[in-house]
């Protein structure tokens, strides 16, 4: 029933750009906050960015600031992370997370794999 799905990891080189997505369905994606949280071996799973329901405040982890941008379009349930300048150290598995802006629940994704590299 509910489902998040992310899309656009690649392989791309240090300085390079990509924009990831994540299309959501089965709950009002309007009443969410989405996250985008990354996972690199050996580390802990972190917030990278995350964008509000309400008025779309946007918070940025500080390895990311000025570098990756959280966006929202909600009449496609879908919420985007453009990441640019990207280092060998972005490198990870990415994952979408839609948060009930009440906390009644929330949804994770399976994650997608960028890697950065030359």
């Known amino acids: 029933q509910q489902q998040v799905v992310e899309s656009g990891g690649d392989l791309v080189q240090p300085g390079g750009s990509l924009r990831l997505s994540c299309v959501t369905s089965g709950f009002t994606f309007n009443f969410y906050d989405l996250e985008w949280h990354r996972q690199s071996p050996g580390k802990e799973r972190e917030l990278v960015a995350a964008i509000k329901s309400e008025d779309s405040e946007t918070n940025y982890a500080d390895s990311v600031k000025g570098r990756f941008t959280i966006s929202r379009e909600n009449d496609k349930n879908t919420v985007y992370l453009e990441m640019n300048n990207l280092e060998p150290e972005d490198t990870a598995v990415y994952y979408c997370?839609?948060?009930?802006?009440?906390?009644?629940?929330?949804?994770w994704g399976r994650g997608t794999q960028v890697t950065v590299s030359s």
């Open positions: 997370h839609a948060r009930h802006h009440w906390g009644w629940n929330d949804y």
